[in-house]
């Protein structure tokens, strides 16, 4: 992977959508750092499925970059089901005055995050190898934000993440453009957990010849989550709210 080329490419992407503002030297290094450490390990342990420069850049970083917009100066994000760190180590990248939190049951991804941290000192990252109904055990409503990417249809995917989230903090689902259908049958539920549906974003990200269709769907908590969600995974996914 090619430094030179990779970083022209990563902030031709960012400006064509619109959020170069959010690059700077030092994040479009960081990117590329992390970028070749991700195509590097994946030679020997499974991490992601895209590895190419152009997929890289837009299914992973602008992707993840896209919500950005949305998560308030200061806050303490977590990331649930964050597989290699998506969004989570780009945000923390690019956003530098987040506290942000990995989350993820499957031990090598949360290892290869705690890596690039370390490699990359990216000292506002944290990551955590847990399973996310239990971790909620000692973290409920602690976070100002939770988010989530592609982990479950969003009427399982509330359960999981809506817990986590302070009474005033955002829950924010990064789905694909078909997610209207997901909303309405969560809607229900999601008012169980404490929480409402604040925003709906729709927008096309491209990268050169390349483009994906994206939503960001924003839900607000309002109240406390009653203490029986989230319940056991299994009875989440066979009866979900």
Known sequence: MERQCFIKLLCKTFEENEME?????????????????L???NEHTNLTAITDEKGII????????????????GASVLDVGCGAGFPSVPLAIIRRDLAVTSL?????KIDFVLSAKGKLGIDNLNAVCARAEECVEQN??????CTSRAVARLNILS???????????????????????????????????GATSTETRAYRLICEEMAIDREIRIYNKISSTPRQYPRKYSQILKKPL
């Open 21 to 37: 503002d959010l690059l700077d030297d030092n994040s479009a290094e960081l990117l590329y750092r992390f970028a070749d450490l």
């Open 39 to 41: 195509v590097e390990t």
């Open 58 to 73: 837009l299914k992973h970083f602008a992707d993840s970059a896209a919500i950005s917009r949305y998560i308030p100066q």
């Open 104 to 108: 993820d049951s499957t031990g090598k």
């Open 140 to 145: 409920r409503e602690t976070y100002d934000v």
């Open 159 to 193: 359960e999981l993440c809506v817990p986590f989230v302070k009474v005033g903090g955002l829950f924010v689902a990064m789905k694909s453009d078909k997610g209207a259908e997901e909303a309405a049958e969560a809607e229900e539920g999601i008012k169980k957990l």
